[in-house]
């Protein structure tokens, strides 16, 4: 870093002695010295470009792909279009930096408006932020959202995501929110004798994590009774035949971007959306975008709201979010344009359909059942003997099985499977479940 700095040597021990040290270790003073640097790092020679790409091509080839995907859990395999890489990789897009000039960045400012408004058809409320970094901690800062000062407790669903659950928990911890868990009864939420006065809030997720259908305007309802507000979880894929949380009675609802045109990635990155009612547009944190006239008449973009704890007093914060996954949502903005309403209705159908034909199947197999009653969309758990059993012999194959539950297997099923596919996979289960 030495020669980047724009000081010179004659400056930077003027301003050393201006602060009374003697260089520049001694601003490490206060780090103990078991955790300092003593000497170089163990790092590898220097390697040319060929050898460079030699070594992360030998890394890559170490994954293990499947060309199947029976999995979800929170992360979708499904198709994406050849245009939305094309256009979301475009120069001026992918060098595009936070708008701090918002008046010059009329481009980033209309990329995020457009997202925010995609995502305001989609959830059925009226306002988005910027996006933050995933859905768990999306769901994270809509609890902080609801925090008051004298409601102070939130009910998480235990049919919701682990990992959220697990971020939730996290937030909650540092800013002294209590968090109850409400119990999954026949793979739903129950809120029986968990609301009081001290009730902040209640988060579920639609459709839940053993993929069941929530009755959403029935706990909208007993949530609004006791005073608190409803969070919702949601799985944008499913909102084009689902009908939308705010329709349903939620006052916010987030969720994971990934399944809007985003590949797995193993692992990411991922897009974090959040849409609140009205009454609750100034308590989201990050940036919300507004469309105006200049002073010609002409449409244009500003950023109407900045709830960013670098504009306030940190004490007074309800946010640590300082930045947005702006490609992500980009990128998520890109697909639903050339999905289209019907594009994504026909998504959700096939993904639905495909996961229902799937669960038939598996069930007309000796010993395997659907373990919970309810509708489900894509995802289903079935309980069956020996599951790894199972699932090493799908990977045998090149098909990613269910994820592991208690006892049995959380299957997905998206457009992208074919029949074929599916078919495949059940009689590779029939082999296993008949020796």
Known sequence: MAGYLPAAAAE???????????GPEALYRDVPESVRLTAPLNLPPPQSELEVRRTLEALAEQNLRFRTILRGAGAYDHYIPAAVSRIASKEEFVTAYTPYQAEISQGVLQSIFEFQTMICELTGLDAVNASVYDGASAAAEAVAMCRERKRTRAVVSAAAHPDVISTIRTYSFGAGTEVAAAPAENGVTDLTGLLDETTACVYVQQPNFFGQLEDLPALAAQVHAAGAR????????????????????????????????????????????????????????????????????????????????????????????????????????????????????QVGEQCHAKAHYLAAELCRLPGVSLRYPGPFFHEFVTDLPEPQKVLSALESRGILGGWPVEGGLLWCATEKQSRAELDEAVSIVKEVLDR
């Not at 244009?300 to 007074?316: G, N, P």
């Open 12 to 22: 930077r021990a003027a301003q050393y002695a201006a602060l009374g040290l003697s």
């Open 230 to 345: 409803l969070i919702v979880g949601v799985n944008p894929a499913a909102l084009g035949v689902l009908e939308s949380p705010g329709a349903c009675g939620a006052d916010i609802a987030v969720g994971e971007g990934q399944p809007l045109g985003l590949p797995l990635s193993w692992g990411g990155p991922y897009l974090g959306f959040m849409a609140a009612s009205q009454s609750l547009m100034r308590r989201l944190p990050g940036r919300i975008v507004g469309e105006t006239r200049d002073s010609r008449g002409e449409r244009a973009f500003v950023l109407t709201l900045q709830a960013r704890e670098q504009h306030i007093r940190r004490e007074k914060a309800s946010s640590n979010v300082c930045s947005n996954e702006a490609l992500c949502a980009l990128t998520a903005s890109v697909y639903l344009s050339l999905m289209g309403p019907d594009g994504l209705r």
